[in-house]
């Protein structure tokens, strides 16, 4: 049973408007939630993160919104561009880190059209 | 620092031959964790070490996989014997703490023909 869900697999978006990738999760253990970004052939790497406690967090472009009740969560993108062209893992981790580390989802291909 | 190091980068081997990933994590980093990516499956989480114990392997798939961490620089993970369906992308990750941000390695890409 996936814990963490990325439903839509890919997603098409036109350069400089706003990409919003969604993420799902059951766990009501989760507390703390992280956005990767993978190239082909890289490994992902760390883009934004959010605990919690809040329900925004905001980087540069990027925003993270959480809806605890919901138990949802949603990275924004505005402008998009196409260096964002990657896929997008969605991660969640336990209250004090737990026993499994971080659980990822299986990731969401972002498209940016030109 | 050079980041999370993963050698080799691609391997393609004979069904029932033994392979063997290597990584070297970001010094200082206390947790190393060993993931694999498929399509049907995405990242999961096979193995984690704090301090070069192994401290969850309950994602290990089954007893033809093993992992280890003699020291705090290098870990393994071996398959042993493989399988066609073992074919997958393995990533290395550390970090700091456990829930602090995960550093990936590039990557090694497993095909097992």
């Known amino acids: 049973d996936q814990q963490v869900k990325q439903n839509s697999p890919s997603l098409s978006v036109q350069e400089g408007r706003i990409s919003i990738l969604n993420c799902d999760y059951t766990?009501?253990?989760?507390?703390?939630f992280l956005w990767y970004k993978k190239y082909p052939a890289e490994g992902p790497t760390f883009l934004i993160s959010i605990s919690s406690i809040k329900d925004k967090n905001e980087d540069g472009r990027f925003t993270v919104f959480l809806n605890k009740s919901a138990k949802h969560l949603s990275l924004h993108i505005v402008p998009s561009q196409p260096g964002d062209s990657a896929v997008y893992f969605c991660a969640a981790s336990p209250v004090g880190g737990g026993a499994d580390g971080l659980t990822f989802g299986k990731g969401t291909h972002l498209i940016i059209q030109p | 620092d050079a980041g999370v190091i993963q050698s080799p980068r691609h391997e393609v081997t004979e069904m029932g031959q033994e392979v063997t990933l290597r990584c070297k994590p970001i010094s200082g980093h206390d947790y190393l964790f060993w993931y694999r990516q498929t399509m049907m499956r995405g990242l999961e989480l096979l193995i984690y070490f704090n301090n070069n114990v192994p401290i969850d392997d309950s994602g290990m798939p089954e007893d033809r996989f093993s992992a280890k961490m003699p020291n705090a620089s290098f870990s393994t993970l071996k398959i042993q014997p493989s399988e066609p369906r073992d074919s997958a992308v393995y990533f290395c990750?550390?970090?700091?703490?456990?829930?602090?941000?995960?550093?990936f390695g590039p990557g090694t890409r497993l095909l097992v023909l």
């Open positions: 766990n009501s253990m989760f507390d703390y």
């Open positions: 990750a550390s970090s700091l703490e456990i829930q602090e941000t995960q550093y």
